[in-house]
């Protein structure tokens, strides 16, 4: 029996999303591990994504008897319930098309159900951090109500009993995990959900706690950029701030402020560093339970601009949320924010000594990559071209762009790709605050040698991230390629 722990996920995963995508960030800290490769999970207020990395399928034959099963005990007995407990597959030659059936018995299902599926899977092939190889990668979109689970209250359960297969045709693997799961639930494997994200009380801004999970204290307030330490939920190495961006306030804060009579608040900002605040107003939705289900409450400023206090004792799918805003309407650049608190009258209440003030530096741009060039003895090999090798171990040269202007590159590489999914790093390098400049920019010129293995077409693929968070992982990324033929003697 395997265990596995879900970890939070803070914005809605889509299964178009990568493995090395800021909403996958955590998830590979808790992995599960299983004959064939990895199972990693996340989940949010209404559902699971879970991902198979089956890192020893590398033959890419989507549709032509590639399979899954995914099993859930509903009722978590560690028994077969007949027209209960659920056995999802996909349907046959269609790798992205999931139904579900019932369990009549011990390997006996009812059929995949007529009904329209609100979970969803994905088959798609590439390589993860967990392999550099090619390998087949499997998506799934759970729905947490169809597994029975529920977050909301202590005495719910919040974990769930499963199993599952994946199979491929070529090259011949089977891999059920737990071994005959789908005949004895007796030892399904755990997954444990997560409730909520958690922060360190110490670690949380006086007002403002974080941007989203990155404290507040760990944003450096002369730069505006964020370092986290390597364990945490989100390794931050001097990172500025995109895409959308949560300001959350202190959990103590918030629970103090109603008995002080706040009732009402106001978010001011300012570019850069001086100058006078204005008033800011943005506005946002966050999910609210109901009572049986998590439905989106919208938030905006009253005609003063002031915003409602949240319902104390109201579970939100993002607590003490104060202001939800879209970086990618500031320029790029310091930005500084301060939020005051008001009761009924107007009355400012609840203020801290010194005032919080938060700063971070706004950057939304990707890094820019090209192909400068392709050459082989210094004759240049455009797009689609076509060259002959004199001697097997003649290599080609390649010169590429990473670059970031701002300085906020966390890493790139310069790949060759040729045949049915092989492929070789030319050159990789990564962000390292203890032996690069505080702000790195990359280059405009980096040199990679390749000695090509066959004859065959190839591709050179040059893919840069951007260190810039939204809070919840890294964003920004930018790539390019150009395919050659390479002939061998």
Known sequence: MGTIKSSWAGTPISLDDQLEDAVWSGAQDNK???DGGFMLAKNDAKYLYVVLDVVKDTHNDPGTGDYFWFTFDRNRNRAITPNYDVNYGNYPGNPNKMGRQYYKGAGRWTGLLNEVQKSECKSTFGTSPNSSTPHRIWKFKFRLTDLKINLLWWWFSSYTKFGFRVHSNTPNLNYDTPTNFFRDFSKLHTLYFSRKPSISTADLGPVMGSVGLIPTTKINAATGRA????????YARNAAFGGLLNVIGNRTKMDQLPRVGARKYKVFHRAG???????FVTSWYNYKWNGSDYILEASSPDASNFYKMPSAGVDYSIDDLLFQFNSTKLNTGLHQF?????????????ATAPEQVLTMYIDNNVPEVSINSV??????????????LQNNKDVLVIDVEAFDTEGNLLDYSLTARWGEGDSENIVYKKYDPATMPANWQGSHHIIGNFNPKVTCAHSFNVYARART???????????????VT???P
């Open 32 to 34: 599960m591990k299983f």
């Open 227 to 234: 370092t986290t330490a390597s364990n945490y939920f989100i």
């Open 273 to 279: 560093t001086s100058g006078s605040f204005s008033e």
């Open 338 to 350: 301060k939020v005051k608190f008001y009761n009924n009258a107007g009355t400012e209440v609840g």
């Open 375 to 388: 050459k082989y003895k210094n004759a240049e090999i455009g797009a689609c071209g076509i060259v002959n």
């Open 469 to 483: 968070t939204n809070g919840y992982g890294y964003i920004g990324k930018n790539g390019t390629y150009r395919y």
């Open 486 to 488: 390479i002939i061998k």
